[in-house]
């Protein structure tokens, strides 16, 4: 029988694959509207906007030095899945544009709409025993110790970036990122409690 307080690895890998499955149509919704968000998509949205480097490497780039202080703080297994996330999301993010593309999308419906991905998506590998790696880590470290939700302590780094993308970015498209950012963050402080599932 499945012991009901762990996950087969058939579970994990269908929970990580359609999480990263979505976050990778966010990603393409994020870049096709220009769009910032918060954590480490947010910060390589910034860099390749403003260096014209390709997202999905930069994403890559900055999520892997993370894995380490994960491995050491949360243990191997939560590393390797969080690089099998990270690198299969960068590669299917560098993908999908030649799969699924966009002509329109209302900004007003976009931003709710990415914030939404992200947060199913999030939620799907987080409750696999994974993530997708960068600054996230350390918030997740935060509220296992502390109780503080990770949605809360995403939703305060996230005003930093945003700040910053005030630099190279209209107002306007950071005010709809920003939708985005918490559209993200309070689905996250409302679903990621450990006392409402069985984590791995």
Known sequence: MTDPKQHSWIEDAQGMAFGIGLAAVGMQILTFMGFVAGQTPGVAALISYAAGWPFPYVYFAISVPFLGFGWKRMGR???????????????????????????????????????????????????????????????LMLQDKTGFQAGYAQLISDALIFAAALLILDPQTV?????????FNLFLAVNHRRDRYIAT
Do not use: D
């Open 77 to 139: 297994a939560f590393a390797i899945k969080t690089f099998i996330c990270v690198a299969s999301l960068s590669l299917l993010t560098a993908l999908l544009p030649s799969w699924l593309s966009f002509q329109h999308i209302a900004p007003g419906f976009a931003a709710p709409l990415f914030g939404a991905l992200f947060g199913f998506a999030a939620l799907a590998v987080v409750r696999h025993g994974g993530s997708f790696g960068g600054i996230s880590i350390l918030w």
């Open 175 to 183: 005010g709809w990122s920003f939708l985005g950012a918490v559209t």
